[in-house]
């Protein structure tokens, strides 16, 4: 409103902004825009998010709502911007940043940990900085946020940083609304701040501060192994073009052919040893810094850094330590695993450095605690676009979705393998890092430990929500739903893959073909599942249309571990196949065949890639998830692109339509008989299978008139398979959906639980 001779009216305006607005350098982001703009009033961070009141002309006000979504700092998710309240009038004085309240509902979003920002880096190799190789240097914009993060509202008192008090100048920055470190929570120098020690296999001190660096980095130069603490935990470090040292590493964690993650110096170190094309330079530098698996490039490495696999994983560095190391002339090229024993999780608590005596050579040590373990997220790149494979630093706990129809609280405790879990409350979903394999003592303790962070910080009522586990009822996830109060939803394992797809990319209502290829998971007939065609939507339910024809399991769960067992099932039939397995395992398949032992019957799509894995050669013992299936999607990216499959994967129709793999596996026998080359079947296989996904969703579109498919699933993991079904699908008009900000495997089943949980019931 205008006076008819003057100025247009001041106004005030009570705000609520939410998303990513804490630990991100919010508030001092408003406080100069509301000093640049003339306005007065304050702001704050409270459990809902930021609040503030602003006072001033109406165009400053319209300026500074607009410039709160446009201009925000770069690691800020601003999610919305609500007028709660507008009058008349000016609030006097100044602008302020006021403290912190911890009242009424918590809805504001933790921060994942953030890479190191370009102003962070240039100070630290700036010799007139204070902060000048300074290990634990940081700002608003950078450092670490989840990990060390002990309770909201983020404030250093709820930080590990709490032990350290501010030394003069660090407390002048933080109280410095115009400085960089205004209300950095991790602030800290080589006055005040934690510092960094190199001690020795003994875990006895050798070094301090900038020296123990230089040592380590001549250390990993000369071909030790070293323990680092990184964000969320500690990695073991060695030269990776060094193959003697890559194999002792190997040997001392037992870890045989679980490929190793490599950290570069920066791109030009990595060129030739992978492919990058603009995309993988693209994710490699992105902010969030995750391990990105690429194909091998012409340059050689020690085939031990992965062993039978077509990639490499590879990452840049993202903490001040890692680019201090770097500078003091470390290879230009590491192995940086997590540190731990085989099948253990990484360790990220000082004092449980005890476990890796024997493991690292060396130790080197930051004093700053961390409150949680975080592993390195992992993707890759599926038609030019990223695919999550491990979600963790750097994206967790981040909020996969927001929107009203998530308003009822939901816990979902996700899989056995690979587990993760959801959090759903105030409208909001929150998918936590990766806790690993639930068979893992510590990885139990780690979900537990998970489940109370979560719903401790978000103040979440157990026994007002809802709890949502695996129809399984020997996972430890279901189990520990048992205990828990409130009400319980069992969902099925492969409903929740298609769901997990459907939720990420806000398919509420629309009706899907779902193709969720994975290992196994029980089905709603006791049957292991991990072949199946879903058909539905989030708002109808999702049931289940075809799958792939039962075999029996041999061993039942422990055949996931030995594909020549498995292969026995699905061979059996067959003529010609006992030359293609191991004397013993044909003897003791035959046997339990004819026992009366209950053998349990599979549609698992993953249990088919151990059987021609196992027929064309790979005869040991699976040392990880999936290790047989990896090998053979290498042995047929290893041969030339074929114009069409060799291979037919049939559809025997019915009310509920099978793929036959008899057909396939026959000709895969005949053609070893002939001698053709082991690459080229693998290449046909993959190619029949695409195929037979298109054949499928031909043959369900004209029954269902649906032209929407959607992947999910471990299987889909395999990067040829998902580029030869992509191109087929959409060649013949299908739309394609596959997940992208959760893993495909395990790690996105919680999302589909609380997907499908939100609704009042499922089918």
């Known amino acids: 409103m205008r006076h008819p001779s003057g100025p247009p009216e001041a106004q005030t305006l009570r705000l609520r902004v939410r998303g990513v607005v804490q630990g991100v350098g919010f508030r001092p982001f408003v406080f100069r825009l509301a000093t640049r703009l003339g306005l007065s009033g304050w702001v704050q961070n409270d459990l809902e998010g930021v609040l503030m009141e602003v006072s001033g002309p109406p165009d400053a006000l319209e300026t500074l709502v607009r410039a709160i979504s446009t201009e925000a700092p770069p690691a800020a998710r601003v999610e919305q911007v609500e007028v709660l309240q507008q009058q008349p009038g000016r609030l006097p004085g100044g602008f302020a940043i006021i403290q912190s309240e911890a009242k009424g509902p918590l809805s504001t979003r933790i921060s994942p940990d953030l890479t190191l920002c370009p102003d962070c880096l240039q100070e630290l190799f700036d010799p007139s900085d204070r902060r000048y190789r300074y290990p634990f240097i940081n700002c608003t ?155 091998k490039g012409p340059k050689p490495l020690p085939e031990a850094l992965a062993p039978g696999s077509p990639d490499l994983g590879v990452m840049l560095p993202y903490t001040p330590l890692q680019h201090l190391l770097y500078a003091e002339g470390a290879p230009l090229l590491l192995v940086m695993t997590s540190a731990n024993r085989s099948g253990e ?122 709890i949502v586990h695996d129809l399984h009822p020997d996972y430890p996830s279901t189990q520990y739903a048992a205990e828990l109060p409130g009400p319980k939803r069992a969902v099925q394992h492969h409903q929740a893959h298609i769901a997990s797809v459907l939720a990420e990319h806000h398919l509420w209502d629309e009706p899907v073909l779902g193709f969720a290829f994975d290992g196994a998971g029980l089905g709603l007939d006791g049957a292991i599942w991990g072949g199946e065609v879903m058909l539905g939507s989030l708002q109808s339910g999702l049931r289940r249309v075809a799958h792939l024809r039962y075999a029996p399991l041999l061993g039942g769960d422990a055949a996931a571990a030995l594909p020549t067992q498995a292969a026995v099932g699905f061979v059996r039939e067959l003529g010609h196949w006992e030359a293609h397995l191991p004397q013993h395992t044909v003897e003791q398949g035959l046997k339990l065949l004819a026992s009366r032992l209950p053998i349990p019957s599979t549609s698992s799509i993953g249990r088919l890639f151990d059987t021609v894995a196992a027929l064309l050669g790979f005869h040991s013992r699976q040392d990880f998830e999936g290790q047989a299936a990896m090998w053979l999607e290498g042995l047929a990216r290893s041969a030339p692109p074929e114009p069409q499959a060799r291979y037919t994967l049939p559809i025997q129709p019915a009310d509920l339509p099978q793929w036959d793999y008899h057909h396939l596996l026959e000709a895969i026998l005949t053609d070893l008989q002939k001698g053709l080359a082991r690459e080229k079947i693998a290449r046909h ?50 739309a394609v959906y596959w997940n992208q900000a959760v893993p495909p495997g395990d790690g996105g089943i919680a999302l589909g639980q609380v997907a499908l949980a939100q609704m009042p019931e499922m089918t």
């Open 141 to 295: 914009n950078c450092g670490p946020r989840y990990s060390i993060t002990l309770q909201l509202p983020y404030d250093r008192p709820h930080t590990t940083m709490r032990a350290f008090a501010m030394c003069p100048e660090c407390a002048a920055e933080y109280h410095d609304p115009h400085n960089r470190r205004f209300h950095a929570q991790p602030i800290a120098c080589p006055v005040c701040g934690p510092q960094v020690h190199l001690w020795n296999a003994q875990l006895q001190p050798l070094a301090s501060q900038h020296l123990a660096v230089e040592e380590a980095a001549r250390l990993l130069r000369e071909g030790q192994i070293l323990a680092i603490k990184g964000l969320g935990g500690y990695h073991l470090a060695c030269d990776a073009a060094r193959a003697e040292a890559v194999e002792r590493l190997r040997a001392r964690k037992k870890r045989r052919f679980k490929p190793l993650a490599l950290m570069a110096r920066d791109l030009e170190a990595l060129r030739g040893y992978v492919e990058l094309d603009e995309p993988a330079q693209e994710l490699l530098q992105s902010p969030e810094r995750p391990i990105v698996l690429l194909p």
């Open 345 to 466: 999780p990484m360790v990220y608590r000082d004092e449980e450095l005890e476990k890796l005596k024997g493991l690292a050579d060396y130790f080197l040590v930051g004093e700053r605690p961390i409150a949680r373990r975080v592993d390195d997220s992992v993707t890759a790149l599926a038609d030019g676009r990223p695919m999550m494979l491990r979600r963790a630093r750097s994206f967790a706990p981040a909020p996969i979705l927001q929107s009203e129809r998530f308003q009822r609280p939901i816990l979902a405790l996700g899989a056995m393998l690979k587990n993760s879990i959801a959090l759903c409350t105030g409208g909001q979903v929150f998918v936590s890092q990766h806790l690993g394999d639930l068979e893992e003592l510590e990885a139990r303790l780690a979900f537990y430990q998970t489940v109370q962070d979560l719903t401790r910080m978000y103040r979440v009522d157990l026994d007002q929500t809802l």
């Open 685 to 734: 296989f993959h190619h029949a299978l695409a195929e037979g996904v298109v054949s499928m969703a031909q043959h369900l579109r004209e029954l269902h008139g649906l032209s929407a498919v959607v992947l999910s699933g471990g299987v889909w993991q395999n990067r040829l398979l998902h580029g030869l079904a992509l191109s087929a699908l959409r060649a013949r008009g299908f």
